[in-house]
């Protein structure tokens, strides 16, 4: 049996945040806090069960023009991972060698639907959104209606250490 894994401090981190705003007339404008992290814990690989954790998030939003309240929708995409290039099959990289550790990140439950870019893998969040507050005032905080929910899968053969993956988040009104 391989040693347990510590499958990252900050397995999940925001690299680049986007706030999407569209054209100046756009109704509604979104931003998305610092600071989304999924922490993994300790990995086992020789265990037959999933390694799944989540976190939330919250996007503020304030809007832009009439009426009041503002009623829109929030897409929410995350992108690629940083070491696979992909959304379908995204891997964590061990901080002192090259081993690679597959995960993969739903919306909604574990092992759901992949929570992607809708483009090149995975599907985007959306919510509708009601916003009485003005950019000028102030901007209101909304909970996303589902956590981050992430999954390494079972019996990988990888060393013991630290992994860690990049993935952008994308919030659009």
Known sequence: MKPLLSALANVFQVATLLAICGPAEAALQCTLG???ALNFGTYDDSSLVTR???TTLSVSCCRTSVPNPTVGTLSIALGTSAH???INTRQMKNGVNADLLSY????????GTVWGDGVTGGSVFTQSVSVSQNCSASQAVIPVGSAIFGRIFVQQP???GNYGDTVTITVTP
């Open 34 to 36: 610092t600071g989304v």
């Open 84 to 86: 696979s290039g992909q």
């Open 158 to 160: 990888v060393s013991a």
């Open 52 to 54: 799944d954790v989540s």
């Open 104 to 111: 993969q990140l739903y919306f909604r439950s574990f092992g």
